[in-house]
């Protein structure tokens, strides 16, 4: 921590992005009622979602109301309402109203309370069909009533995971809404496809594009061979319990997820960061003043810079990797308690196998189609007593081939230097049925999402236009 200060110590001070919430504070909020179970039908039982909004530029244009919503992922929905400028922007534009929608269990929206939500029990309310049934409820009823508007003309929004619940709102509701933008969602992320290689290279090529050679020396370092002995340079909450492997897992997830949100400012979002930071990484695994340091070195400090930037982290919880049993039942992590642990453990290990928590919770890292695969099977069952069926999702919510043909009025957009757009990168876009692939140079995780910023790159400011000509066009205006 202390040479990771050195590198940013005499650096150029960049600004920061507001928080939405200090720019346009929710005029809004509430709770709306959904069924524990939206497909049971001789239960009762309820629980509250919360939303919240901004009704600020909100008027009826050519006898229409347009509402902008944005359907809530994995963490607590002020997250999600500060990190989505864009939106806002958008409704200034549009004269619409804004919504945000919070996902069963994150945040406070929890079927039994913080007690009994995440017992093995409480969670078996949990899976992606029961939120986007509870996000149908709430577009069909707690829009029209909170906004006036009997037909609400509803574009629906989401980032990461919550991009993914917006094209897949698509792909099952189609008839509710007008149209969708996903941004780094990876919708077609799943086993022995091969596409854990493609991640690996996406991430590289963010560290090469910063700094020539970084995304080699980085491949390098991830591919020396470590011993136990080795792991006596790092902190480590449980040494004795220390493995090579989990310490690799835990790494490869640190150093992608500082790829994926390589914004051009400073950031609070997930983990506290500089701008730019993996520019400042490559400098770090050069070594301090010109010394190149051993390899496990440089993989530590380029980890701490994710991690532990403000040098709060006492140790490295390596026990946690591969839905381990770091971290208590609810936990909440990250700088804004984005992440609710086990819920997130939980869907890894029913319906998102590719993208368990790592890294003490600031990242995601897809397992391998072999024995790391293997073993978040064989812990899901011991953790939770699911068995994972890795074969659902794609027959579910369908394939690149699927959406190709049949997925309907939905943007799909990719930011360079985010290793989860390889997610999306077989989707074939298909013109007649207003199906779009934006890629963005130089953006980080759906950095469109945020508010405009003069150090956005060229791309990100092109695809934003895009994604406003294609949004006025679905509503035509």
Request: charged share 20%; with cysteine.
């Amino acid at each position: 921590w202390f040479l990771l200060s050195l590198f940013l110590g005499g650096g150029v001070v960049h600004s920061s992005q507001p928080d939405t919430w200090s720019v346009y504070p929710p005029d809004i909020s509430g709770k709306f009622t959904v069924p524990v179970d939206n497909f049971e039908y001789n239960s009762v039982e309820s629980f509250d979602l919360r939303y919240l909004g901004f009704e600020g530029f909100t008027e009826e244009r050519k006898g229409r109301r347009v509402v902008l919503l944005y359907l809530g992922n994995e963490g607590q929905i002020e997250s999600f309402y500060n990190a989505s400028g864009f939106l806002f922007e958008l409704a200034s534009e549009l004269s619409a109203g804004v919504l945000f929608i919070e996902h069963r269990y994150y945040g406070k929206s929890l079927p039994f309370g913080e007690d009994g939500s995440f017992t093995n029990e409480g969670l078996r309310y949990l899976s992606i069909e029961q939120a986007l049934a509870d996000y149908s409820l709430f577009i069909a009823e707690g829009v029209p009533n909170l906004l006036g508007c009997e037909d609400c003309d509803v574009v629906i929004f989401g980032g990461s995971y919550g991009g993914m619940l917006a094209a897949w709102h698509r792909w099952k509701y189609p008839h509710l809404t007008v149209g969708a933008l996903a941004s780094g969602a990876p919708i077609d992320f799943y086993p022995e496809t091969g596409i854990q290689d493609d991640f690996y290279d996406a991430f590289l090529h963010t560290y090469e594009i910063s700094q020539e050679g970084c995304g080699a020396t980085l491949d390098t370092l991830l591919r020396t061979k470590y011993s136990e002995d080795d792991l006596n340079h790092l902190n480590i909450c449980s040494p004795e319990s220390a493995t090579v492997d989990t310490f690799m897992f835990y790494v490869k997830g640190a150093v992608s997820s500082l790829a994926m949100i390589d914004y051009p400012y400073e950031l609070n979002f997930i983990a506290p960061l500089p701008a730019n930071p993996v520019e400042v990484g490559c400098g770090l695994l050069r070594g301090g003043g010109g010394d190149v340091e051993p390899p496990i070195v440089q993989l530590r400090n380029l980890v701490d810079l994710y991690v532990n930037y403000t040098g709060d982290l006492a140790c490295w919880d390596l026990d946690a990797e591969l839905v381990g049993e770091g971290g208590g039942v609810g936990r909440m992590v990250g700088s804004s308690d984005l992440l609710g642990v086990t819920s997130w453990n939980y869907q890894a290990c029913t319906e998102l196998i590719l993208e368990p928590i790592t890294s003490d919770g600031f990242g995601f890292y897809p397992p391998d189609d072999g024995k790391e695969s293997q073993k978040v099977i064989d812990r899901c069952k011991a953790m939770f007593g699911v068995t994972t069926r890795p074969e659902w999702m794609p027959l579910s919510f369908g394939t690149s081939e699927d959406y190709s043909k049949y997925l309907t009025n939905t943007i799909l957009a990719e930011n360079e230097k985010d290793p989860w757009h390889v997610g999306t990168q077989d989707v074939v876009a298909n013109e007649k049925n207003e199906l779009y692939r934006l890629f963005a140079e130089g953006g980080a995780h759906h950095q469109d999402l945020r508010f405009s910023d003069e150090l956005d790159s060229e791309g990100v400011k092109a695809m934003r236009a895009k994604e406003r000509d294609i949004i006025k066009k679905w509503l035509n205006l």
